[in-house]
């Protein structure tokens, strides 16, 4: 049962438009790193702003790949029910991946590592209850907005209303695949916006994935060297950008040479300064949406924790993993985009 609703929730549940930035508001936002400031000190700062308003806490344990984590911040920004709550409490997210060590030490006893973690505190920052995020019923709105608040109040979760009632279940995963497919309706799978030309050119690329599986999307690494269904592989590279401890995607050199950028489902990924160097042939850009990529027949695999929304913005900054030499490189076309560039 609980791996069906984990899969429900990464693969239907509503999302706003791919790769918008989640909404912080003072209510429900992130404890980002500032300057030299550890984590207990950025969170003693909070607390004691939440209790000169009396705002009850609760902590978020997150991550960007983590799909139950996006639900809930996307309740909490667009769920009346929810925002309702908030706005007299705080919900403060922790990035496991940015505050990789100091977030696991910060309570005794709690395994933050399992996402998402919720741990309601007190003023002073000791724990009071901590739960999962399936705990609090992510399939329905009104069930998040009242085990928040029980949070808020220093009470553990109540069972989902909809717990051993695989019909009411079955009910709300569909709801959520209808509310999904209308969000997705009329999302451009390509966004570029282009400055210089010629070798100078760099490119602002986002890619959105409009559907439930995480995919390959092609990129050709010079304007004047399209995508083609057949290609010649002279070498390739696993790279991961610097910006990102789990930003993959691999470059192949070759007849054409292209990138090859995982994206996760219902995601996307935004490029800042991409090079694009050479003439684009009728102005247009063409990407290549893929359902499957082979390397001498071995199918490439995605990263279990692959970020939902990756933005990056110095592209150039990477570093080098696994290395190939000629390869035969074949991959299976779930669709191809062209895009003007402006």
């Known amino acids: 049962m609980l791996k069906r609703l984990l899969l429900a929730i990464a693969l239907l549940l509503p999302s706003l438009t791919a790769l918008a930035a989640h909404k912080e508001t003072r209510h429900a936002h992130y404890l980002h790193r500032k300057g030299p400031q550890g984590l207990r000190d950025l969170l003693h700062t909070e607390l004691s702003d939440a209790r000169a308003k009396h705002e009850p806490v609760v902590l978020m344990f997150t991550a960007d790949w ?33 505050w990789r060590g100091p977030a696991q030490a910060l309570f005794q006893g709690i395994d933050v590592s399992k996402l998402p973690t919720l741990v309601s505190v007190d003023f002073d920052g000791r724990a009071q209850r901590n739960c999962y995020g399936t705990d609090l019923g992510l399939l329905s709105e009104d069930a998040v907005a009242t085990n928040l608040q029980r949070l808020f109040n220093g009470q553990s979760p109540d069972k989902p209303f909809y717990a051993d009632k695989p019909d009411v279940e079955k009910q709300l995963v569909l709801h959520q695949a209808q509310a999904q497919g209308l969000k997705s309706k009329g999302v451009p799978t390509l966004e570029v916006t282009a400055t210089g030309a010629g070798a100078a050119r760099k490119l602002k690329l986002t890619i959105h994935n409009n559907d439930g599986p995480r995919r390959w999307f092609l990129v050709p690494v010079n304007a004047g060297a399209p995508l083609t269904d057949a290609v010649k592989v002279t070498a390739w590279k696993a790279l991961r950008w610097s910006e990102h401890v789990r930003a993959d995607y691999l470059q192949f050199d070759g007849t054409p040479p292209f990138y090859a950028i995982p994206v996760a489902g219902y995601g996307g990924v935004e490029l800042d300064v991409w090079p694009l160097p050479g003439t684009l042939k009728g102005g247009t850009l063409a990407v290549y949406e893929l359902d ?29 993993g696994r290395t190939g030499g000629a390869a035969k490189v074949e991959f299976k076309v779930h669709a191809k985009h062209t895009v003007k560039v402006k």
């Open 66 to 98: 983590c799909s139950p984590c996006k639900a809930i911040k996307e309740y909490a920004e667009a769920s009346s029910a929810v925002r309702k709550v908030l706005d007299k409490g705080r919900l403060v997210y922790i990035d496991v991946d940015e």
């Open 292 to 320: 499957r990529l082979t390397i001498d027949g071995q199918e490439q695999q995605f990263q279990q924790k692959l970020p939902y929304e990756l933005k990056i913005e110095h592209p150039e900054q990477v570093a080098q």
